[in-house]
């Protein structure tokens, strides 16, 4: 199955967007805690439920293909992105960290709270990084490697799972992180 390689990564562009809302949100729940606040640790495990069966089960490994991809048509472009997928492992078992902390929580286990404030404030720093890094740099080479001719690739590998919360049908457990997205950023 062929797929055009702009559409591929315009989804990706999309993806980014949407998991910056979901840091922001992330980074303000966090700050409550760090303030002594009580924060919306339901939201906070919706977040990275989100983060686990969404960017981490389908934005990156979409990325790890399209990397593979530039580095066996252009390899001259993919100098310097040995270490995307690694740091695709690294971001999910960041991910897994805080969601069981926070699920932790839920379940009413003692857990440090500056401890989740840490982890939660590094993932979202990560993760920042991680995209600024793939749109200043890989998102640009797989552009020059379309507009070079090299305009679609083999998609079926690809998982096709659509996003749960931006997609075409909200998840039912999804319902009231998609309305609290959209009270701090109304534009969604
Ligand atoms: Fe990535
Ligand atoms: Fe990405």
Redesign the pocket.
Known sequence: MKKSAAVVLEE?RE??RN?SLMLNLLERESNRIYEGKEPDYELLGDVMHYMTVY?DAV??PK?DRLYAELRAFRPDLSVGFERITMDHRHIAELSVKLRNEIAAINSGNPIKRNAVVADALRYVNTLRG??QW?ELDLFRRVDEMISEGHISFDSATFAHNHDPVFGPEVEQNFGRLLSSIRALSPAC
Request: no cysteine; hydrophobic share 25%; proline share 9%.
């Open positions: 990706l993806d980014h998991m960017p934005h990156h990325e991680h995209m793939e």
